[in-house]
């Protein structure tokens, strides 16, 4: 689904990524881990286009996508959800999950996906006319989930999802990414939360000093003391 | 009394079209943190392609009026492609830099195309320039009709930034660009029409006003400075705040002529801007959250 090679990426005078390879099968989820400033949101961005690579490539579905425009990345199905959630907080619950269907043409279609949408997520319908910003932690999580669902993905770009919210929770959001991928979904999940990553992915890479420096099964990670003193720093 | 319910009329018709060119600035700057500094000129060439339009070409008020504001969300649009999409990345300072070298263009354009018949060029009332009476108070038909249209042109405005796709599509923009890139807003475009919806409520008030004062090439500074004032009173990034702002400096200009002095009236508007830069800094309905500089 997504074939990441040799990605460098720089930002002025700093090198962040130096050589990052790494896929993401369909249907998988894969884990993205490393420390404070690693650089795993910079995979990221470099995949979703806000920043551009200055070097190796990116295919999507085998098709080169390196350098491609955010809204066209958006288009052929990859969708991040951003680090920080960033719901648009003046604008209501409403019209949030509009906007997260800018690439949708049919309006028919965009209202049988927030009615299907407010199934899966019920907190966020009996708050649809609230702005945004008035939301707690955790239905500022689902909307931003929902926002990206509205695009119709293919694989969701999931930047630590976890961050700040009650193990409870938690749980949830873990419980939602299965959900997603039973319906069909890749999913890239990038965390700091080495538990929340054994517990729902598959396979798991390591970022350290812009290389991908450890690959394994995400389940090995909890018992591999070594791997996470060495590479994640605790 | 007389005199001031006049003023206030006067003031409050005045005050409507600040509001219109005060939203223009309002709602480019809250998407791309641009003051369009083009802002009066975009007004004048909407005054000057309505004139055009009616008065030498002959076409009819309303097809004038309408295509006036099509051509000047034309230019609007030509704003962002020659100042603020190139510039962007250079920093602000570039981009306000162009923005004054556009205003000086339009300017120059005007001079040579409008500017040699007589200076100030007159616009045909849109109805009978008799007084009306409502209750106790004389008020130019003229003026009503001005009001209503500012009223329903704001009501649109609203209207399609609270219902339309692209104006939830420019909301979320002003919001927040990042997260708009990444739900496939096509971000650079969005800005690119704000630009034109600026330039087109200029060019929508240019229009409501010219019948009610004089046309001339260098009226676009002293509006852009009434709207900016009205703009600033309403916290820079606030729809009504531009509207109660605008009508605010409309009825304090008459106030301030008809009480102190005809020659108060063209400065009350840096009066405003000091203080309201002074003790509102952020507005008159204070700020959500916090603005990005
Ligand atoms: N726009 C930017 N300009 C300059 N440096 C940046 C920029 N964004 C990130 N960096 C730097 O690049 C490095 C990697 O940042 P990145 O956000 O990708 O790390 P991360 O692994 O996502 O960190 P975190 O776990 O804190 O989210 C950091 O040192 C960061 O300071
Ligand atoms: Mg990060």
Redesign the pocket.
Known sequence: MLDVQHLEVW??P?E?LRDVSFTVPANAIIALL?G???????VLNAVSGLVAPRAGTVRVAGEDATGAAPHSMVMRGVVQIP?GREVFADMTVQDNLEVGAAVQQNKRAIRQDIAEIYELFPALRARRSARAGVLSGGEQTQLAMARALMARPRLLLMD?PSVGLAPLVVETIIQTVRDLRARGLTILLVE?NVGVAAAVADHAHVLRDGVIAYSGPACDLIDNRDVLASYLGR | MLVLSYLLVTGITTGALYALVALGIVVVYKATEVVNLAHGELFMMGGFLAYTLHVMVKLPYVPSVLLAVAGSFAIGILTDRVAFRPLMKEGLVSVLLATIGISFILKGVARVLWGGKGDYLAFPPLVSPEPMRIGNVMIMSQQLVVLLAALAVMLVFAAFFKTTRAGKFMQATASNPKAAALVGIHVSRVYMYTFGVGAAVAGASAVLMAPLTLLYPDIGFPLFIKGFAAAVLGGLTSVPGAIIGGLLVGILEQLAAGFIGTAIQDVSAFIVIMFALIFLPTGILGMRGTRKI
């Not at chain 1, 404070?36 to 910079?42: E, I, R, Y």
């Open positions: 930002y002025g700093t962040v490393g404070n400033g690693s650089g795993k949101t910079t680090q630590e700091q």
